[in-house]
């Protein structure tokens, strides 16, 4: 069975400062990763995913993810925050045929 | 079309009632997925298609939710029965092959049972 753990229920960060959002997963095999975001009233938007290659995944809005293969981690990260990323963000481990999400964390940046 | 479509939007019934809540994947997408998404909850799984038959069906709560898929296409997903534990957001997803390329989210109908 694949899982995926974020610890944190809520996140807050200044405007301008660096944003980590934690994510950590168990799964068999070789691990398959997401982030997807979601605005108010939104479907969840696919932000980047880690498959293979690099240990840094760049994806949309600035975003970056890290994945530590021996501490079984997959943390977003932005260097500078915006008021605008403002949002619940989902991390998730893919199976072959289906995602497990996170329960979610709420990133509030601050004027 | 352009994105997933689910309709309605918002659907608020009274307790006992059946409802069907559609969603139009994107064109060419062959698998579609539906999760319930509850207040500090995070998504939870309930069915995947893979064309019109579901391989993972494990997810659905109880034998009042079913799902289907015509065409390779249109899905709906109905709660018979309807319980206040339904009251949920119920996000449809499709994606082109399996799930590791990505899956592209609706908006999401939101299921109020009074």
């Known amino acids: 069975a694949q899982s995926v753990a974020q610890p944190e229920d809520q996140v807050n960060v200044a405007e301008g400062n660096p944003l980590t959002v934690k994510c950590t997963y168990s799964?068999?095999?070789?691990?398959?990763l997401f982030w997807y975001v979601q605005y108010p009233n939104r479907g969840l938007q696919f932000l980047l995913k880690?498959?293979?290659?690099?240990?840094l995944v760049k994806g949309s809005y600035g975003f970056e993810a890290e994945f530590n293969k021996s501490q079984t981690s997959f943390h977003l990260k932005k260097p500078s925050a915006l008021v605008s990323d403002s949002a619940l963000y989902f991390c998730?481990?893919?199976?072959?045929?289906?995602?497990?999400f996170g329960k979610g964390t709420m990133l509030l940046v601050s004027p | 079309g352009a994105g997933v479509s689910q309709s309605p939007s918002n659907k608020v019934t009274e307790k006992g009632k059946d409802v069907e809540l559609r969603c139009d994947p994107i064109?060419?997408?062959?698998?579609l997925y539906w999760y319930r998404q509850s207040l500090g909850q995070g998504l939870e799984f309930l069915i995947y298609?893979?064309?019109?038959?579901?391989?993972?069906k494990s997810g659905l709560p109880s034998d009042r939710f079913s799902a289907e898929r015509t065409g390779g296409s249109v899905s709906t997903l109905t709660i018979q029965r309807t319980q206040q534990e339904d009251s949920a957001v119920y996000l449809c997803?499709?994606?082109?092959?399996?799930?590791?390329?990505?899956?592209?989210f609706g908006s999401g109908t939101r299921l109020t049972v009074v």
């Open positions: 997803a499709s994606s082109l092959g399996q799930g590791l390329a990505g899956y592209t």
């Open positions: 880690y498959i293979t290659g690099d240990n």
């Open positions: 064109s060419g997408h062959t698998a």
């Open positions: 799964v068999s095999g070789n691990p398959y």
């Open positions: 998730a481990v893919g199976g072959y045929s289906t995602l497990t």
């Open positions: 298609f893979q064309g019109n038959s579901a391989p993972d």
